[in-house]
């Protein structure tokens, strides 16, 4: 099937605790994506510990193939014990799409996952299992485009809890949220995210009474994205590394004046530059018939892997939303590795250019190698695919 899967996800940590007692893990095997959300007992570094084992231990024996009997026995006898309670405790959420549209979802104690298909609530079947004692739900079904997922924390049903709400918000009324939200148009799982995340943080009146995460799958096309950034070493290597660039699916970004001009004078079409400044610290775009987004190269880079590494690091707020959405080169170009893109092909020239290099420094400690590095490393934690090719 030519679909992927778009990932978001985020943490709202208890009041008055500096670690999540909640863990989310994204793992990508070599015919599924899988993720998994736990949740420790209590919370702070006692609740973090005990989700983080979880996550780990559930998602190293998922991708070696061992099935949940394995897994939560497994887990039942390493989980270290709560001094005070005198148990070891961690409730969870397997969520595994296959490439072939085949879906495995397994909870234990968590709140259910919701599942929106065209603009409705759908439940699906499931069979109960009981594993050392512990009472685990079962599902396989298969997928279909446009499906969200949406696992979160009980702490998003216990949201507002004897303040705004006397019960909190509870499942039921989160679910018709997500769903009306899903019928607003073709709402990104980021952006689905950050509107879950700041209702609860809104109920909780901005003090979480509970450690909260929610993580939102969407069932897409896949999406290709195909950077091209820096002059190869070779000049012999410009119409290889453009034939590589240009007969690879998806969309093109070509990022740098060198870069833009290598391209004009392959393809053989001219550069048109637009005179509009919209931010004072970011050069204006440019056009090329044939590539969809021609950039200034370093400062735009910059940017742009600077906005990716505020929203891995949770920042998923309104205000960077709205930073996401602004006419300038880096956040367009942030936007559609965000938004738009499942798959990240990088074309990058190994040339050296004096104006990035520092002084004592070698090339691969370049200003552009390094901002290449750090966006691939950005991409990847989000979840998407990344091939970086070296000319």
Not at 55 to 70: C, F, P, R, V
Not at 218 to 241: E, H, M, Q
Not at 244 to 261: C, E, H, L, Q, Y
Not at 365 to 376: A, D, G, P, Y
Request: proline share 3%; aromatic share 6%; net charge neutral.
């Amino acid at each position: 099937m030519n679909i992927s899967l778009e990932v978001s996800h985020k943490s709202l940590c208890k009041h008055g605790e500096e670690l999540c007692g909640d863990k989310l893990e994204i793992i990508k095997t070599e015919n599924s994506d899988i993720i998994i959300l736990s949740d420790g007992m209590g919370s702070g570094v006692k609740a973090n510990i005990l989700a983080t084992l979880t996550s780990k231990i559930l998602g190293t024996m998922l991708k070696k193939g061992a099935n949940i009997e394995d897994c939560v026995d497994t887990i039942a006898k390493t989980l270290p014990v709560c001094s005070v309670r005198h148990v070891a405790y961690s409730t969870f959420t397997i969520l595994q799409i296959f490439n072939d549209g085949n879906a495995y979802l397994v909870e234990y104690d968590n709140p259910g996952c919701v599942l929106i298909r065209n603009k409705k609530i759908v439940n699906i079947p499931y069979e109960v299992k009981q594993i050392e004692g512990k009472t685990i739900k079962e599902y396989r079904f298969k997928i279909e485009l446009n499906d969200y997922f949406v696992l979160f924390s009980d702490g998003v049903v216990h949201a507002g809890v004897g303040n705004l709400m006397d019960f909190g918000w509870g499942w039921q009324r989160a679910a018709e949220y997500i769903r009306k939200a899903c019928c607003e148009g073709n709402l990104s799982a980021p952006r689905l995210t950050s509107m879950i995340c700041k209702i609860c943080d809104d109920l909780y009146m901005n003090s979480p009474g509970d450690d909260t995460t929610v993580a939102v799958a969407r069932i897409v096309k896949r999406k290709n994205i195909n950077i091209f950034t820096g002059p190869p070493t070779s000049y012999d290597d410009d119409a290889v590394l453009m034939r590589d660039f240009m007969t690879t699916p998806g969309k093109k970004i070509v990022s740098g004046g060198t870069s833009a001009n290598i391209a004009s004078r392959i393809l053989n079409k001219k550069i048109v530059a637009s005179i509009t400044y919209n931010d004072p610290e970011i050069p204006p775009i440019a056009s090329l018939e044939g590539v969809d987004l021609v950039t200034e190269g370093v400062l735009t880079l910059n940017r742009c892997a600077n906005m990716l590494e505020q929203y891995n690091k949770g920042d998923v707020s309104a205000k960077f939303f709205d930073s996401l959405d602004a006419d300038n080169g880096a956040a367009i170009l942030a936007k559609i590795l965000i938004e738009d893109c499942t798959h990240l092909n990088m074309f990058v020239g190994r040339a050296m250019n004096s104006a990035h290099q520092n002084v004592g420094l070698p090339f691969d400690l370049s200003i552009r190698m390094r901002l290449v590095e750090k966006i691939k490393t950005e991409c990847e934690k989000m979840g998407k695919a990344v091939v970086v090719k070296y000319y």
